[in-house]
């Protein structure tokens, strides 16, 4: 059964680099079906996309957090990380990791879901 | 960016009650292909302190394992989702999703409740 496993600090100073790592188990994420990804969530408000990496390297970022992200990947193990520098109260959120499933047929690829998640990471940016 | 919105935000109904939820994308998210139409519009279920957990994907497939009174329809710019007899698990935020484009985007979140 896969598992996706959030973690990293879970307080960061303002204009910080938030680090945040998922190890993946039960699974490889050297996947040709599947991107991995990041959403997070402040607190009681909605669900966000951050970005998605494939484990080539090959990255799709929100363009309101482009300037300042970076997702990486280690396929040796089985992990991949997120970076967000110069963070910012309106950072302060709860960070999940999920696995997002892709289609490609007849030439025409389409993004399915993320269908599994880690259980998130709540980071809070204060001094 | 592919704009999401949720009707209503705050449902509030009984056990065995039907309900449906409504999502509105901002733009067509449907593809027409050779072998048919496809929309990459997912809905989630999302309980307190736990991970959004997958429903239903390509607008109206039921994810493995979800129970079928659980179901989702449409096309184009409009999806709902229809839980056929309400039952107390299902009390929880609804969420749907676009995947048809970048940036993906989620819809604001109906939150159901017990009335």
């Known amino acids: 059964q896969l598992q996706l496993q959030e973690s990293g600090p879970g307080l960061v100073k303002p204009s910080e680099t938030l680090s945040l790592t998922c190890t993946v188990s039960?699974?490889?994420?050297?996947?040709?079906?599947?991107?991995w990804g990041w959403i997070r969530q402040p607190p009681g408000k909605g669900l966000e996309w951050i970005g998605n990496i494939y484990f080539s390297g090959s990255t799709y970022y929100n363009p309101s957090l482009k300037s300042r992200l970076t997702i990486s990947v280690d396929t040796s193990r089985n992990q991949f990380s997120l970076n967000l520098s110069s963070v910012t109260a309106a950072d302060t959120a709860l960070y999940y990791c999920?696995?997002?499933?892709?289609?490609?047929?007849?030439?025409?690829?389409?993004?399915?879901?993320?269908?599994?998640w880690g259980q998130g990471t709540l980071v809070t940016v204060s001094s | 960016d592919i704009q999401l919105t949720q009707s209503p935000s705050f449902l509030s109904a009984s056990v065995g009650d039907r309900v449906t939820i409504t999502c509105r994308a901002s733009q067509g998210i449907s593809n027409y292909l050779a072998w048919g139409i496809t929309s990459s519009l997912a809905w989630y279920q999302q309980k307190p302190g736990k991970a959004p957990k997958l429903l239903i994907y390509g607008t109206s497939t039921l994810q493995s394992g979800v129970p079928s009174r659980f179901s989702g329809s449409g096309s184009g710019t409009d999806f709902t989702l229809t839980i056929s007899s309400l039952q107390p698990e299902d009390f929880a935020t609804y969420y749907c999703q676009q995947l048809s484009d970048y940036p993906l985007t989620f819809g604001p979140g109906t939150k159901v409740d017990i009335k």
């Open positions: 999920a696995r997002l499933s892709e289609d490609c047929s007849g030439g025409f690829c389409q993004l399915n879901y993320f269908d599994s």
């Open positions: 039960g699974g490889s994420i050297n996947s040709i079906s599947y991107y």
